[in-house]
């Protein structure tokens, strides 16, 4: 077993008693490392029902006054797989006729065994202590962000291999990106912000693990209360085109449970969205004007079928994205048919029905005071901002470039302070929302291009001032220039590709810390273009 590795320090190496100390950063393992004991999942934290503020998001309308009590249903059985030996899963697998809702003792889940002789690589030996002061880093868009690493080489070993966003880990200790050839993969932080050292090559980022579904994704989440530290919280979520919801084990990239949902005519239909419970004890998945429930506890078909449009009244269309408040009882639904409602977590009871965007709604993000929220849409170029305390009409709105049917993200730090998104050209846009501009509106701060190519994915680190950007897009044939009279005509087809340089890439960016804003002669492109506002 390696010894325990330093906290992650600041890119501009800063003296050890100035490295951050953030919470529980533990990457994860390898995909050659199966000796984790993944057989049961626990129980989230006794966190208790969510809060019961009522927003009284509109007239005549409210939250339910509490949820049913309850303890928060967990993935806490041996979930059902689709495939692989059960050997594979549990060497204690034998021992499913105990209780279902049976949990680990602390001491089993804080960390997988080690068989002897083998070593887990980049896990910590033995956590931080809790009492041990850390040094909080805030994000800054003062200067210009500092490319740190990257993956290059992945995507480009297939024609068209586009990214599809990135998403961090609810602990950051790993990223998880989707990208055209239906794999999801797992990279681990960069092993430099371990280091410290002075003028430090970052190395290009590899998968640790990727996990391969059969059709075309449509969505995927992690588990909303993973901590690498506990093994047995790591898991993915992801739904593709023509097959069940898949459970992935984020430790070692096994298949571990399945949700099927089917429709009237008996008929396995795939969900277009997914989210966990803050509490993690639900999981819900988007269809056409249905939202189905289903319990963690229990992998399978049955569910709870929440319908959003019935006797055309509601909210139509395919449920494209699912949020949840961090504070009040309830969820926001966007629609491809251009809709957004509030209902009520316990019951699915409609709260409101809001309407404001030219396309359809591909990504919603609460704030996190939970009163506000944002929603953005395809072929639309307005990010607008609501407040469930006046849900009648949006509060402002920005402006950036989304001219495809493309899901473009956009991600708000923890604070609730920047708000990032990607746009159609490539650029990364920045505004700070806590300052509310001439027009009422919060001004762009900073605008940079990582690439010339579509920026669909941004995300913030939980506790690092680390920004993960994705890129690339479907590209298309071009015509075909002919040539002069004079020439002899070739074989030259009438489309072709020969001109369209694409760019699929994953990119870390350092956002904050460090005054120094140039960018390492290894990685620089002559492309590139950076600007601030």
């Not at 909303?224 to 898949?246: C, F, G, K």
């Not at 005071?369 to 072929?379: H, I």
Request: proline share 9%.
């Amino acid at each position: 077993m390696k010894t325990r590795e330093a906290p992650p320090l600041a890119p501009d190496c800063l003296p050890s008693d100035q490295a951050p100390a953030p919470a529980r950063l533990s990457p994860q393992t390898s995909s050659m490392d199966k000796n984790t004991d993944p057989e049961l999942m626990p129980p989230p934290s006794n966190g208790g029902d969510p809060p019961l503020i009522s927003p009284d998001p509109m007239s005549g309308s409210a939250v339910s006054q509490e949820l049913e009590e309850a303890d928060p249903a967990s993935l806490s059985i041996p979930l059902e797989t689709e495939f692989g030996t059960p050997s594979k899963l549990s060497p204690r697998i034998e021992d499913q006729e105990l209780s279902e809702n049976m949990s680990l003792p602390a001491e089993e889940t804080n960390r997988p065994e080690l068989r002897s002789g083998e070593a887990m690589e980049c896990v910590s030996e033995e956590p931080a202590p809790e009492d041990e002061e850390s040094i909080t880093w805030n994000y800054s868009f003062s200067q210009l962000p500092r490319f740190l690493s990257g993956s290059w080489s992945e995507f480009s070993t297939q024609p068209e291999n586009f990214l599809k966003g990135c998403k961090w880990a609810p602990d950051g200790s790993c990223i998880l990106t989707n990208s055209a050839d239906n794999i999801l993969r797992i990279y681990n932080l960069p092993s430099e912000l371990y280091k410290e050292g002075e003028q430090l090559e970052y190395a290009e980022m590899a998968p640790v693990l990727r996990m391969v579904e059969g059709d075309t994704i449509y969505d995927y989440c992690w588990y909303s209360l993973m901590s690498s530290a506990q093994p047995d919280t790591s898991y993915v979520a992801s739904s593709s085109r023509e097959n069940p919801i898949h459970i992935w084990d984020a430790f070692t990239g096994e298949l571990r449970a399945s949700f099927r949902a089917y429709n009237h005519l008996d008929e396995l239909t795939a969900a277009h969205s997914l989210c966990f419970s803050p509490d993690g004890s639900q999981l819900f998945c988007g269809f056409n004007r249905t939202v189905r429930v289903f319990s963690t506890t229990r992998p399978g078909r049955d569910c709870e079928v929440r319908a959003t449009f019935a006797k055309k009244q509601g909210q139509s269309g395919i449920i494209s994205c699912i949020a949840f408040s961090p504070a009040q009882p309830l969820y926001a639904c966007g629609s491809y048919s251009r809709s957004l409602g509030l209902y009520a977590w316990d019951d699915g009871s409609p709260l409101s029905l809001l309407g404001g965007h030219q396309g359809g709604i591909t990504h919603l993000c609460f704030h996190p005071d939970g009163n506000r929220f944002f929603s953005g849409a395809r072929k639309d170029a307005e990010l607008l901002c609501w407040d469930l305390r006046q849900p009648g009409y949006p509060l402002w709105s920005l402006r950036r470039e989304v001219t495809t049917n493309q899901r473009i993200y956009f991600d708000l730090d923890p604070t609730g302070q920047f708000l990032v998104s990607g746009n159609t050209s490539g650029a990364v846009s920045v505004w700070d929302i806590s300052v509310t501009g001439h027009e009422g509106k919060p001004e762009p701060v900073l605008n940079f291009l990582p690439q010339n190519e579509c920026t669909n994915g941004v995300s913030l680190h939980p506790s690092l001032p680390l920004l993960a950007t994705a890129s690339g897009q479907r590209v298309f044939p071009e015509p075909t220039e002919s040539g002069d009279e004079g020439e002899q005509e070739m074989d030259i087809p009438l489309l072709s590709m020969r001109h369209i340089h694409p760019e699929y890439q994953l990119q870390l960016w350092w956002c904050g810390g460090s005054q120094d804003t140039s960018i390492p002669d290894c990685h620089q492109d002559s492309r590139k273009g950076y600007w601030r506002l």
